[in-house]
C-alpha cells in the first residue's frame, strides 16, 4: 500500500466511501471540506489522517473574528517599536518580527503535514474566497518583506463546516466534499468497541437504546453526541450503577445533555414514571 494512502486508524472508524474521499482529495491535490453535525468525527479525522500517515498535524480553529491573514502571517509591530525605544535587536531586519500563522506553517514545514482548517462556517462570508489563491497556488508574499512563501511540501487540507451558513460557490469548486452521517446503532457499537473494547454487553445494549432514545426527541434543544455517549458510558462504568433500565432512570444525565431546557424535559419524564421508549 502506498505511503501516500490513508487506510484508517486504530482510534478512529472510519467508512469505505470517507476514506476513499480521503485519498481523492491527496491524489488530486485538493482540500477535503467535510460537512457533518456537531460529534461525527469531522475534526478527529484530521488526527486520524496524521497519526495513519505518519505527518504533523497543525490546527487552525477559526472563530467569527479570524481572517485570511491570520492564517499567513502577521507582522509584530508592537515589537518592534519596543525593540526601537529600549534598543533591543537589529529593528531594521523586518523579517524577525514577522510570525508565521498556521497556513504558513504548514507551507513550511520540513515535513508534509495535515493542515486542519476547523470550522470554517464560523467566520465571516469572505473568508473562504480570501483563501482560494493561497490554497490554489500554496503560496502567498509578504509584504513588508517582498518575500513569496512557497509551500515545501504541499499539506493535506482537511476543512471542516458545522453546515451554520453556506459556503461560497468558488470556495467549493475547489474541493472534495464528504458529509459525514451521524452514526447508526451497529456503527456506533464499532466506535464503542473501539474506546471500551471490553465493555459489558448489557451495558453497552441498554446505554445505546436509551442514547438513542434520547436523539429521537424533537423536543429537544441539542441532541447528544458521539463524544457526548463515550463519556455517559465511562461514567456508567466508573460508577457501577445499575444499568438494567437506563431509559427510565438515566443516571448522569448531565454528561449526555448540556441545555437546562433539555434536562427539565428529561426531569419531567423521570418525575411521571415514564420511561423513554414510552414518552
Not at 458545522?162 to 459556503?167: F, I, Q, R, T
Request: charged letters at 30%.
Amino acid at each position: 500500500m502506498s505511503s501516500n494512502m490513508f487506510t484508517g486508524s486504530k482510534d478512529y472508524v472510519v467508512t469505505p466511501d470517507l476514506m476513499d474521499s480521503v485519498n481523492v482529495s491527496i491524489a488530486l491535490k485538493k482540500p477535503l471540506l467535510i460537512k457533518g453535525e456537531p460529534g461525527t468525527g469531522k475534526t478527529m479525522l484530521a488526527q486520524a489522517i496524521a497519526d495513519s500517515m505518519d505527518m504533523p498535524l497543525i490546527v487552525w480553529s477559526i472563530k467569527s473574528t479570524t481572517k485570511a491573514q491570520d492564517g499567513l502571517y502577521m507582522y509584530d509591530t508592537v515589537q518592534r517599536l519596543y525593540d526601537s525605544q529600549f534598543g533591543e535587536g537589529d529593528v531594521s531586519d523586518i523579517g524577525q518580527y514577522i510570525r508565521l500563522g498556521k497556513l504558513g506553517e504548514a507551507f513550511t514545514s520540513d515535513r508534509q503535514a495535515v493542515l486542519l482548517i476547523d470550522e470554517i462556517d464560523k467566520a465571516d462570508l469572505e473568508f473562504p474566497n480570501d483563501l482560494l489563491w493561497e490554497l490554489d497556488r500554496m503560496e502567498f508574499y509578504i509584504h513588508e518583506t517582498k518575500e513569496t512563501i512557497t509551500t515545501k511540501h504541499r499539506p493535506i487540507v482537511i476543512i471542516t463546516s458545522n453546515a451554520e451558513k453556506e459556503l461560497p460557490d468558488a470556495f467549493l469548486r475547489r474541493c472534495i466534499f464528504h458529509y459525514i452521517a451521524f452514526p447508526d446503532e451497529e456503527k456506533m457499537r464499532e466506535i464503542i468497541r473501539v474506546h471500551y473494547g471490553d465493555i459489558d454487553k448489557k451495558l453497552c445494549d441498554n446505554a445505546l437504546q436509551a442514547f438513542y432514545e434520547i436523539r429521537k426527541m424533537n423536543e429537544l434543544q441539542k441532541k447528544p453526541s458521539t463524544s457526548e455517549l463515550l463519556d455517559w458510558i465511562q461514567a456508567l462504568v466508573i460508577s457501577g450503577v445499575s444499568v438494567d433500565d437506563l431509559s427510565k432512570d438515566m443516571p448522569f444525565v448531565g454528561v449526555l445533555l448540556k441545555k437546562n431546557e433539555d434536562i427539565e424535559v428529561m426531569q419531567e419524564i423521570r418525575e411521571k414514571g415514564y420511561s423513554l421508549r414510552h414518552w
